[in-house]
């Protein structure tokens, strides 16, 4: 057993490291803790940007062709995510996870296009080409790799999405958030914001975008429901999950109990009926049988 007085002194001991160190804790110390305010983002929201239409801008792609904007999302629903090529953060994951995300849902260039814009003016077709090559998409029909014409494109853009970056001078690199937006005859219908998609958030994205009805859906930023009526596939659309039961049960256990009730209270009366009429029937038969001819 610990000696008292060992024990009063590692803990005196340990009071006065604390003691210390709050007394080395100085101002610019803590200081150089915060992160300069002028370099946080503003992550967008969902709730206004619901509906809102998109600038039909000029994109320059990858193989060095413009298009319109307009001309990828009149084919089919798209996907837009922001990145730039020389991002040494959140980018090159997020798009692995991305990449990763679309390869289990599949149907990616039948069903939907993925669209990935650089935000950054810098990137010419060469820098498209080689991000595109990075992630194993530069041959894949259903991504394309593209850049805004013009500075005016960019911004008309990006003001459309509430997509907020700043440039950081000591590390020579954009901060931004990660972003994937849903886009159906260019209005926005759905937005992810944050590290990761899931493939059944993003399949609930899909539906959308096709215009798709969507019984229920997980909550923006959470990772699934867990009691849903469908599950969806792009392949076969909606197909009912066991959670329908849970809201279908009650309801036909309910109208069971009542049915055999009702049933049992009309077999129990119908029997009553019998039985009391029973004796006036024999009793109708004996006097018939003692009536003088």
């Keep these: 057993m ?10 005196l001991a340990s009071f006065l490291a604390i003691l210390w160190s709050s007394l080395l804790w100085t101002p610019r110390t803590l200081a150089q803790e915060i992160p300069d305010q002028t370099l946080l983002f503003r992550p967008p929201d969902e709730a206004s940007l619901f509906g809102r239409e998109l600038p039909d801008i ?3 792609r990858a193989d060095g062709n413009t298009e319109m904007f307009s001309d990828l999302w009149q084919r089919q629903p798209i996907f837009v995510t922001l990145v730039f090529s ?4 959140i980018c090159s994951p997020y798009m692995g996870l991305l990449r990763d995300t679309i390869d289990q849902v599949g149907s990616c260039g039948d069903r939907y296009r993925m669209v990935v814009i650089s935000f950054d003016l810098r990137d010419d077709p060469a820098a498209l080409t080689a ?3 990075h ?3 530069r041959d894949h029909p259903g991504w394309t790799f593209a850049v805004p014409a013009s500075e005016d494109d960019l911004n008309q853009l990006c003001q459309s999405l509430d997509f907020d970056f ?14 994937t937006v849903a886009v159906r005859h260019g209005k926005l219908v759905r937005l992810s914001v944050g590290e990761e998609i899931s493939p059944g958030r993003f399949k609930e994205m899909l539906a959308e975008a096709r215009g798709e009805f969507v019984p229920i859906y997980p ?16 392949a076969r659309g909606f197909t009912p999950n066991w959670g329908m039961l849970l809201l279908v049960f009650p309801g036909v256990a309910a109208i069971a109990i009542i049915a055999g009730i009702f049933g049992f209270s009309r077999l129990t009366a119908t ?3 019998s039985r009391s009429a029973l004796p006036i029937h024999e009793a109708s038969n004996e006097t018939q049988s003692v009536t003088p001819r």
């Design 2 to 11: 610990m000696d008292p007085i060992e024990t009063c002194c590692k803990t």
């Design 58 to 60: 000029r994109l320059i």
């Design 86 to 89: 020389r991002c040494a953060g």
């Design 131 to 133: 991000l595109a090559e």
């Design 135 to 137: 992630h194993g998409l």
């Design 166 to 179: 700043r440039w950081d001078e000591t590390r020579q690199q954009y901060n931004h958030p990660a972003v």
């Design 219 to 234: 909550i923006p930023g959470q990772s699934a429901a867990l009691f849903r009526c469908f599950d969806y596939d792009p």
């Design 271 to 273: 029997s009553r009926q």
